[in-house]
């Protein structure tokens, strides 16, 4: 995934991948924008012997994005008692997930698996 030079090559692809210097990875504290904790999520995985501590609001922004299903959302009865599928509603708590992280994003596919119900579903909720 990153330079096949080692740990050197690999911190300037880091770095350019987050946009940021490689002094600020090997600083203590290093702020990025939500949207870069999925590349790190996976980089982390990825990688043996790259250390990455997580703090509460890391942790909990992959958990929900992996698993939307498990987020507290209210569904409204009207949602609930139509003919919304699991799946549907999974749709529509990870678009709220989307939302509760300042993120876009849509539903689509080309099987026709009911995007627009759970569009709809999370602009209610």
């Not at 770095?15 to 990875?25: Q, R």
């Not at 990825?46 to 569904?75: H, K, M, S």
């Not at 300042?102 to 698996?113: E, H, N, T, V, Y």
């Amino acid at each position: 995934m990153l330079s096949p030079e080692g740990p050197i090559g690999d911190l300037d692809a880091i770095s350019t991948h987050l946009n940021v210097k490689v002094n600020a990875l090997i600083s203590e504290t290093l702020q990025l924008p939500a949207y870069r904790a999925v590349y790190l999520e996976a980089l982390g995985k990825d990688r043996e012997g790259l250390r990455i501590e997580r703090n509460q609001a890391f942790t909990n922004l992959i958990r929900n994005l992996e698993n939307p299903e498990e987020l507290e959302v209210t569904i409204p009865e009207a949602l609930k008692s139509s003919s919304q599928r699991d799946y549907q509603l999974t749709g529509v708590k990870w678009l709220k997930v989307l939302t509760k992280f300042g993120f876009g994003g849509i539903l689509a596919d080309d099987m026709g698996l009911g995007e627009n119900p759970s569009n709809i579903g999370a602009a209610l909720v």
